[in-house]
């Protein structure tokens, strides 16, 4: 009965090959949707353990804690920013998200080992910059593990509705905290708030393992997806030679920049640029006008996903915002 649906379809034979999907757009569709509700827990748990962290200093009267309550994406603005990101995942192909995955979880180590394993500024801000990476993460991994599956658009399905799931329950507890945590953690009634407030610190090491897992079968679906475009040894070393050396200057020029001490914020999107701006130019040199395409489609996919999250980075890079600030009043010639 699917074959039937899809016959209807219409052909994409006159579209260029390099705006062609690499599955059916179900399947596409599906993966993407995946992604960008894997992105909407990602963010609602940030948010729900970046508010615990400020009840827990006592410091309420803050304005950075009180905008990451403004500031959350509501209505129909989240709704348009979640259509704009699944789309954008349906979009970008498996081989690009493969290289988006590899280039992120490489800076990510070469970064928690410059910065130390306890370096909890730097954890949290690693997780805000890997949204789109976490998209691009759970979309090739599902098309690694599907495919060839007779009834793979049955089981991106079942998938897609498990992340929906997930999705609107960690939206509405992210609700229900801003709305009710303090009044609940005072009196001691609800179950939710009262585990909140015994155990909240618990929620960025599981997060962090959760995350760990997704790169890792990520990481070896990438490799797969990546070779199996190569027809020779010899072509696949043709690539993966210039791939590591721009990945490893990338690596490099990311941690000079860390220690800059810009505003969060800043370096955020100064990283995107860099470092889509140098899978760009490796694509020009040894990829397809496809991958050229994907990659130009990814700048967009990264700004939907940071723009509406630049409160969280400004309230986890608040130290090296003040230090930054001092900075500068130093270097300011009187």
């Not at 080992?113 to 976490?134: N, R």
């Not at 070779?227 to 721009?246: G, M, R, V, Y």
Request: proline letters at 4%; a neutral charge.
């Amino acid at each position: 009965m699917f074959s039937f649906l899809t016959s209807w379809l219409p052909s994409f034979s006159l579209l260029p090959g390099w705006f062609l999907l690499d599955t059916n757009p179900l399947n596409s569709f599906l993966q993407g949707l995946v992604g960008a509700c894997g992105i909407s827990v990602l963010c609602s748990l940030m948010r729900v353990h970046l508010f615990l962290q400020k009840e827990s200093d006592k410091d309420e009267s803050s304005p950075k804690a009180s905008g990451l309550q403004r500031r959350t994406p509501k209505g129909l603005t989240g709704t348009l920013q979640f259509a704009l990101v699944t789309g954008i995942l349906a979009v970008v192909g498996s081989r690009v998200a493969s290289l988006v995955v590899l280039e992120f979880c490489l800076r990510g180590i070469s970064g928690w080992i410059s910065s130390g394993p306890e370096s909890l500024p730097f954890l949290q801000k690693l997780l805000l910059q890997s949204q789109f990476s976490l998209g691009c993460a759970l979309s090739c991994s599902l098309h690694f593990l599907h495919d060839g599956a007779s009834q793979r658009w049955l089981c991106l399905a079942l998938a897609a509705a498990l992340s929906w799931f997930l999705a609107r329950q960690a939206s509405s507890l992210l609700r229900h905290v801003f709305a009710l945590y303090k009044l609940h953690s005072s009196q001691r009634y609800c179950g939710i708030c009262i585990g909140l407030l015994t155990s909240g610190r618990l929620v960025l090491p599981a997060l962090c393992r959760a995350m760990v897992i997704t790169f890792s079968v990520a990481v070896l679906a990438s490799v797969s997806i990546i070779n199996q475009h190569f027809l020779s040894a010899t072509e696949a070393l043709k690539f993966w030679t210039p791939l590591t050396i721009c990945y490893t200057l990338l690596v490099v020029y990311m941690q000079a920049e860390e220690q800059r001490r810009l505003p969060a914020s800043q370096g955020a999107l100064n990283a995107v640029v860099v470092r889509l701006g140098g899978l760009l130019v490796l694509m020009l040199t040894v990829g397809r006008w496809a991958d050229v395409f994907h990659i130009v489609i990814c700048f967009l996919g990264e700004a939907s996903c940071l723009i509406p999250t630049l409160d969280l980075l400004d309230a986890v890079g608040c130290p090296e915002e003040e230090d930054y600030e001092e900075h500068l009043q130093v270097q300011r010639p009187r």
